[in-house]
């Protein structure tokens, strides 16, 4: 009895409710003093546990708004604690134009856009990848196929995400053209934005199963139409507060904690601020996962990585310039270029993968590995120094390792290309199709039309 009790949705709901609770009692209501590792701990929980509370009002919103409503609202959303973070940034960033704070503020914010970019591919699809393979034998998911092992068995994806991985391609391909303006301009804003605009519509026109939810949203949906809508406007109201209030002293105290133990803050907010805001989204995909529902969960990271590439990079000249009070491209310095390049290259292999829409797990490791290589040389700032045909000893540091990696990236992801050709091809097509509704005749054509 007890058991049933503490599966009931309203637990989780009121358990994430609770991760808010300690920050906003002890600092937003009664103002008691905290260290600044409390601060992090505190806010940073805060922030997680608003995180699902504002994916759970978003996943119910879809019974009551009208679907290119839900979309786009969806999109914001999910990408809303990453946001607060670079928005802040941004901001501050355009307070005082031209001095030493004004050009942290501005690396600051790339860094934490790039970071969770870099992570939601780097560990979000290949950790979800195997964790799917390795749950199979126990949920029974059909959409892993086995083919002579664990390493080479493979998730295959559902042919509905055609059009988020043409999108997807398009925004990335553009994304390596943004550092090479020296900012990031409206001209940047208008064509990413555009891009998620136009993907909006093209998704409104294309044929959609309605997928029952489940857990916290299929039970909160089964209220009547009145208690459902409330209840979701008052999720969606005490997340966002909870984020406004928690955010900017957990990214600050990030940078404290960091410079304390002699970690620079660029690689606090590059690397664990994105956790506290990427792991809700990660854990939900996981519980799909465990429910033999693989394909949903791909679905959302995938959607997840579009919104967060077009919008989240889109928008920040135009916080960066509401601040200044005037137009103003937010500036890059080479850095951060590079940081930008290695996050469109990384992208780049990934769809690479992703065109035959399956994701085996030896191909889910090789995102991890060279996820994890990139990382601890960043984190760490080794040195190497290696010969290169033609150009002799290379040292490789700082943005030379970061055009490294994103140079290896991207001769994998072009090899494939070229290999897989005919399935980039495909996609397109599929993509035409589905938002004209006759996908299904895709599916019925003869394979010699592919």
């Not at 490791?365 to 002799?392: C, D, N, R």
């Not at 980039?424 to 996908?439: H, Q, T």
Request: proline fraction near 5%.
């Amino acid at each position: 009895m007890v058991r049933r009790q503490l599966s009931h949705p309203l637990v989780a709901v009121f358990g994430a409710a609770l991760l808010t609770a300690p920050w906003l009692g002890l600092h937003t209501l009664f103002g008691v003093p905290l260290t600044t590792g409390t601060t992090v701990a505190l806010s940073g929980i805060a922030v997680l546990g608003a995180s699902f509370l504002l994916a759970w009002g978003a996943e119910t919103a879809e019974a009551d708004v009208p679907r290119a409503f839900a979309l786009a609202v969806l999109a914001v959303l999910a990408v809303a604690p990453e946001y607060a973070i670079d928005a802040l940034y941004a901001w501050e960033a355009g307070i005082n134009p031209g001095t030493p704070e004004s050009a942290e503020a501005a690396s600051l914010a790339v860094a934490n856009m790039t970071g969770a970019n870099r992570i939601l591919i780097g560990i979000g699809w290949s950790a979800i990848a195997l964790f799917t393979v390795y749950r199979a034998k126990v949920t029974g998911d059909t959409a892993v196929e086995s083919r002579g092992g664990f390493f080479s068995s493979v998730v295959n994806l559902d042919k509905d995400i055609s059009v988020e991985i043409l999108f997807l391609f398009a925004a990335t391909i553009y994304a390596f053209f943004v550092p090479l303006g020296g900012g990031i301009g409206a001209l940047d804003m208008a064509i990413l934005v555009g891009l998620y605009l136009a993907y909006i519509l093209a998704a409104i026109n294309a044929p959609h199963e309605h997928e029952e939810q489940i857990g916290v949203p299929a039970y909160l949906q089964s209220y009547p139409k009145f208690k459902r809508i409330a209840t979701t406007l008052t999720l969606f109201v005490f997340s966002g507060m909870v984020i406004l209030v928690a955010v900017e002293p957990f990214a600050h105290g990030l940078e404290d904690l960091g410079t304390a133990v002699g970690i620079p803050p660029f690689l606090m907010i590059q690397w664990v601020a994105p956790l506290a805001s990427e792991s809700p989204e990660l854990i939900v995909v996981a519980y799909l996962v465990n429910k033999a529902r693989s394909t949903a969960g791909f679905n959302a990271l995938i959607s997840s990585k579009l919104n967060q590439w077009t919008l989240l990079i889109g928008t920040l000249v135009l916080v960066y310039s509401l601040s200044l009070g005037f137009y103003a491209p937010l500036p890059l310095d080479v850095h951060q270029q590079g940081e930008i390049w290695l996050t469109a290259a990384q992208s780049y292999f990934a769809l690479a993968l992703l065109i035959t829409f399956s994701l085996s797990v030896r191909e889910a490791l090789a995102l991890l590995v060279l996820f994890l290589a990139q990382f601890v040389y960043s984190v760490t700032g080794m040195v190497v120094t290696l010969p290169i045909p033609g150009l002799g000893m290379v040292t490789f540091d700082g943005p030379t390792a970061l055009f490294g990696f994103s140079v290896i990236y991207m001769v994998l992801g072009t090899a494939l290309f070229v290999l897989r050709r005919h399935e980039l091809a495909k996609v397109a097509r599929l993509s035409i199709r589905r938002v004209r509704g006759d996908y299904e005749r895709e599916e019925s054509a003869p394979a010699a039309n592919d």
